[in-house]
């Protein structure tokens, strides 16, 4: 693949909204999961706040447009913000959306409206919001992107099918630039899966790194990436390799970062790197376990190229590279560097 | 310009036919029968009917735990494999990747387990378990052992028409050999509702770019193509189908659920699968219009036929399928394939009475193709708009 420059990042995750709050939580400002109630019972949650987004929009319009759809509006704005390039030409600007799975809360609602009102009192509203490509809709209408919309759903892998995605509509030349951002909520619904395959219990704290209990606490977020080609000479960090699939070649050297979950499930394919003399770091306790988690990784890697010292002396210097060993025997490795 | 890409393989199932073969054939008679839901129920006052398929599905190897919409997919795909002469030994050698398109299968929305849920009781996980093991793209991957890229479009509408556009992508990019792509869904009360209560379903059978339309019929079934490298072809020995000439796809940024009226995403979409494709709009045999049969889509739809491609013979073929969101573009693309092999096109059923808004009116009859190059275009919620050209030839 060619190099894609990230000229801008739009972050929101529970260590807080954009790069800076990242680097913080990098920094040591650990955030601190909420207890959400579900049935009665008190699960932990790293969950994300949009409030920022009320600087941009008001809240009439905010009641209309769900959590989900909010977290990538706020994602989205905030990296073309950080970008600062107004001169982007909005009809030959690419979106692309890739989420685990998708607006559940509105999903959910709109089920409650169908049981308890009856199959002919089914809200329109909710149903439209529903549609797993609503957020890019919104994105789209609010930022005025008229270029080519896409939204992609792989559970754990939507990060590396959208980056894949985003390769290939530049290398193409299909259009200028693309901003691609990864979206997933918490909702009730999620939460009573995630205390099932957490074994009906739930840790209180997240150690990533035991790979052999299971101690995830489930995240959300939005993590969007404004790509372009990148240029030479450039000192944006960039996206230098991208694989998906069963068998991923990685590299023998650099570091890497480890999108460990939580579950012992997929924490025993992470075991053999974390006992080799390789450099390894997992940040997946400051934003929780989720499909948006990997996306957190590449914008921790693309931080930590510019700025060397951030993650210390062991990853200074050279491509950093990120993986992610997903639920269904597929991987995901992305190459970040200068 | 876009290189074109050679399509080997063509599968189809829908409520028309359960292969491509016959699905064609029964439209090429004017053949259908959309019918109240028996997949689930309703409380619906008005039924609006629907195009179900009310057989069972085939290849029964399929793993039957999978969901519908997933065993659509594989269905449409084994045909289309057996069509381009791919056997799963074969594909274990070459770089394989799978990209479709659907909404059903995408969403954990299984209301049966949320209602217990919602209830306080504590439905069975294997609810769950099932959705996870659905994903349609990897579900096709795991089934044929392939290990090449792997994508599900969600795109509403359009899913199936930018899925293989997407994939013919990975073929000019090297990224694979052979691409399995299309679309797939099935009904559900979860649709069902949720276009009802939009009020854009008919309580007829639709009656696309007629004056008197009321609204779409939803329907469900999977239609796959096989897309091949020019490489691999060379090495089978094999002469493609056809070609994937050209794709464009463009956002109407204007409204969750309604098309621009001026059409400015579906303009810009049909004009970059036009370059890409490298000809004129008037070198098309015929345009496989969206055609829904909602007053919005084909008034929007009209109108911009009528602008960019001025008497181009032009229908839709959810007049036999129903609307099969996810699977639209998947079912569309592999008919057009058929139309422009058979040098026919089934007329648009339902239409007999010009509506005074819409400046193009689709063909009332079967009708001859003498040109080799057609266009399928998908209109969805969210403002996505994509289009695909299909050529019997390679230039």
Redesign the interface.
């Known amino acids: 693949m060619k190099p894609l420059a990230i000229s801008g990042m739009g972050l929101v995750g529970a260590f807080g909204c954009g790069s800076a709050a990242l680097k913080a939580a990098l920094g040591g400002a650990l955030p601190v999961p909420q207890q959400v109630d579900l049935r009665g019972a008190q699960l932990p949650v790293y969950r994300a706040d949009t409030q920022p987004l009320g600087s941009s929009l008001s809240e009439r319009a905010l009641r209309r447009i769900d959590h989900f759809s909010q977290l990538a509006l706020l994602g989205a704005r905030e990296a073309l913000a950080e970008a600062d390039r107004p001169e982007l030409d909005r009809s030959r600007l690419g979106l692309i959306i890739g989420s685990g799975f998708g607006p559940v809360s509105t999903a959910a609602h709109f089920h409650d409206t169908a049981i308890i009102d009856g199959d002919e009192f089914a809200s329109p509203t909710a149903f439209s919001n529903s549609v797993h490509n609503a957020a890019a809709a919104h994105v789209s209408i609010w930022l005025k992107i008229s270029g080519p919309t896409m939204t992609v759903c792989q559970l754990d892998m939507s990060y590396i099918s959208a980056l894949l995605t985003a390769s290939q509509w530049l290398d193409e030349g299909r259009v200028d630039a693309v901003l691609l951002g990864i979206v997933d909520e918490y909702s009730d619904l999620l939460g009573y899966c995630w205390k099932h395959y957490s074994g009906g219990a739930v840790a209180q704290h997240f150690e990533p790194l035991q790979l052999d209990r299971t101690t995830a606490i489930a995240g959300e977020g939005a993590a969007f990436f404004l790509l372009e080609a990148a240029q030479t000479d450039d000192d944006r960090p960039q996206l230098q390799g991208l694989q998906m699939g069963g068998g991923i070649d990685l590299p023998a050297q650099g570091p890497l970062l480890l999108a460990c979950d939580g579950f012992a499930e997929t924490g025993k394919s992470y075991a053999e790197l974390l006992a080799s003399a390789r450099r390894t770091a997992c940040f997946t306790q400051l934003y929780g376990s989720s499909p948006v988690a990997p996306a957190f990784d590449l914008a921790v890697a693309a931080l930590a190229v510019k700025e060397p010292q951030l993650l210390g002396s062991a990853f200074a210097g050279g491509q950093i590279h990120c993986l992610r060993h997903g639920f269904v025997g597929v991987s995901g490795h992305v190459q970040v560097g200068l | 310009m876009?290189a074109p890409v050679a399509i080997t393989g063509a599968g189809c199932l829908c409520a028309a036919g359960m292969d491509l073969r016959s699905a064609f054939a029964a439209m090429l008679q004017g053949e259908r029968q959309p019918q109240p839901p028996q997949l689930f129920s309703?409380?619906?006052?008005e039924v609006s009917p629907v195009f179900e398929i009310y057989q069972p599905l085939p290849a029964p190897e399929t793993d039957l735990t999978l969901l519908r919409t997933t065993r659509l997919a594989i269905s449409a795909t084994l045909e289309a494999l057996a069509d381009a002469g791919l056997s799963a030994e074969l594909l274990r050698g070459l770089k394989v990747g799978v990209c479709i398109g659907t909404?059903v299968g995408?969403?954990?929305?299984n209301?049966d387990f949320?209602?217990e849920?919602?209830a306080?009781k504590d439905p069975d996980?294997a609810q769950?378990d099932r959705y996870?093991?659905s994903?349609p793209?990897?579900a096709i991957a795991?089934l044929l052992q392939l290990?090449?890229?792997?994508?599900?479009?969600?795109?509403?509408c359009s899913s199936g028409t930018?899925a293989i556009g997407?994939a013919a992508?990975?073929i000019?990019?090297g990224l694979c050999d052979v691409v399995i792509t299309g679309g797939a869904d099935e009904l559900c009360?979860?649709t069902y509702?949720?276009?009802?209560?939009?009020?854009i379903t008919s309580p007829q059978p639709c009656r696309p770019f007629d004056v008197n339309r009321r609204g779409l019929n939803l329907g469900e079934g999977s239609g796959v193509l096989i897309l091949e490298s020019s490489t691999s072809l060379q090495r089978r020995g094999k002469s493609p189908r056809a070609f994937v000439r050209g794709y464009g796809?463009?956002?109407?940024?204007?409204?969750?659920?309604a098309p621009h009226p001026d059409g400015?995403?579906l303009k810009?979409a049909i004009n970059?699968a036009l370059t890409g494709a490298g000809i004129a709009a008037q070198e098309l045999a015929f345009i496989n219009a969206h055609g829904t049969g909602t007053p919005d889509n084909d008034r929007v739809e009209s109108r911009v036929l009528a602008e960019l491609m001025p008497g181009i013979p032009f229908g839709s073929t959810k007049c036999f399928t129903g609307h099969t969101l996810g699977a639209a573009g998947g079912i569309e693309a592999a008919l057009t394939l058929c139309c422009l092999e058979q040098g026919r096109m089934p007329a648009n059923v339902g239409f007999s009475e010009p509506d005074s808004q819409l400046p193009a009116t689709p063909v009332t009859s079967v009708t001859s193709l003498t040109k080799r190059i057609a266009l399928s275009q998908s209109l969805?919620?969210?403002?996505?708009n994509a289009a695909l050209i299909i050529a019997l030839e390679e230039r």
């Open positions: 876009q309703t409380s619906h006052e909404t995408s969403a954990m929305n209301e949320y209602r849920y919602q306080g996980m769950i996870l093991r994903n793209a990897t795991r290990d090449g890229p792997c994508q599900v479009v969600v795109n509403a930018d997407l992508g990975w000019r990019q009360r979860t509702n949720g276009f009802s209560s939009l009020r796809s463009a956002s109407d940024a204007y409204h969750l659920t400015i995403g810009q970059e969805a919620f969210g403002g996505n």
